[in-house]
């Protein structure tokens, strides 16, 4: 049984159903602007999710977010077949100079 709350809203009725907030999936790296699909492996993300692909998450960032200093995780990659319902984001977010390792 759930806690009091936590998803009965999207589930309490087919009128009151909703779909659940899911990953953008942003498609590319910030520091190097390298293509991360969203049905691959490969991209590391923070909890506000801030994208990265796994040689600078790793090599130049040591598994720190940049921008909030949390901690980068294996983003899930999401089935092709849900990608036409749900697809990923378009919105590139780059930072040309590269990316700092969070102080």
Not at 58 to 84: I, Q, S, W, Y
């Amino acid at each position: 049984m759930r806690a009091s709350g936590e998803a009965d809203e999207l589930f309490d009725g087919p009128e009151n159903r909703r779909e659940p907030t899911m990953l953008q999936m942003k498609p590319g790296c910030e520091c190097c602007d390298k293509d991360l699909p969203a049905e691959l492996p490969g991209a590391r993300i923070c909890s506000f999710e801030c994208t990265f692909c796994e040689d600078c998450a790793t090599n130049v960032l040591d598994g720190k977010c940049p921008n909030c200093g949390g901690e980068l995780v294996a983003r899930p990659a999401r089935p092709v077949a849900k990608l036409a319902r749900h697809p990923a984001s378009t919105q590139r977010v780059y930072k040309p100079g590269g990316c700092a390792k969070a102080t």
